[in-house]
C-alpha cells in the first residue's frame, strides 16, 4: 500500500522539506490541499469508476472528469489515468461528439408579419 513517493514525502514533511504535501489531521498526505491516493491499491480504479459511472456524472469524458477530480484528489499520472480509464469505456466511445451524425443546416424563417 505505501509507495516510494509516499515514504519519501512523510520523511520530507518530518523535517520541513516537502514543498506542496501536508499531513491532515486524519494522518492523510495531502497535496496542495488535495488527498494523495497511494499506488497499488485499487483506491484509484474505484474512485475513477464512481466518478465517471456514479449517479451524478453521466460519462463527461475525460477532461470535465479531471476538472471535478482535481478538486478533491492528486496522484502521480491522474490526467493519463482518468485518459486511459475513459478510453475504455464503451459507453463514451458510442456517444462521443465525432461519432454523432452532424445535424442538418440551419436556414433563416421568415418572420409573419
Not at 7 to 15: D, G, H, S
Not at 27 to 39: P, T, W
Not at 54 to 72: A, C, E, P, T, V
Not at 80 to 85: H, L, Q, T
Request: hydrophobic share 40%; proline share 2%.
Amino acid at each position: 500500500m505505501d509507495d516510494g513517493l509516499f515514504l519519501a514525502k512523510l520523511m520530507w514533511i518530518e523535517f520541513g522539506n516537502a514543498k506542496n504535501f501536508s499531513l491532515r489531521v486524519d494522518a492523510e498526505l495531502c497535496f496542495m490541499e488535495r488527498l494523495y491516493v497511494h499506488e497499488g491499491d485499487n483506491l484509484r480504479q474505484e474512485i475513477l469508476k464512481v466518478a465517471h459511472q456514479g449517479h451524478f456524472s453521466h460519462h463527461l469524458g475525460s477532461i470535465k472528469m479531471y476538472r471535478d477530480l482535481k478538486s478533491l484528489y492528486w496522484w502521480s499520472g491522474m490526467k493519463r489515468e482518468i485518459s486511459e480509464f475513459v478510453a475504455k469505456c464503451l459507453t463514451c466511445q458510442i456517444v462521443k461528439k465525432e461519432h454523432q451524425v452532424p445535424s442538418g443546416k440551419l436556414f433563416l424563417l421568415e418572420i409573419p408579419k
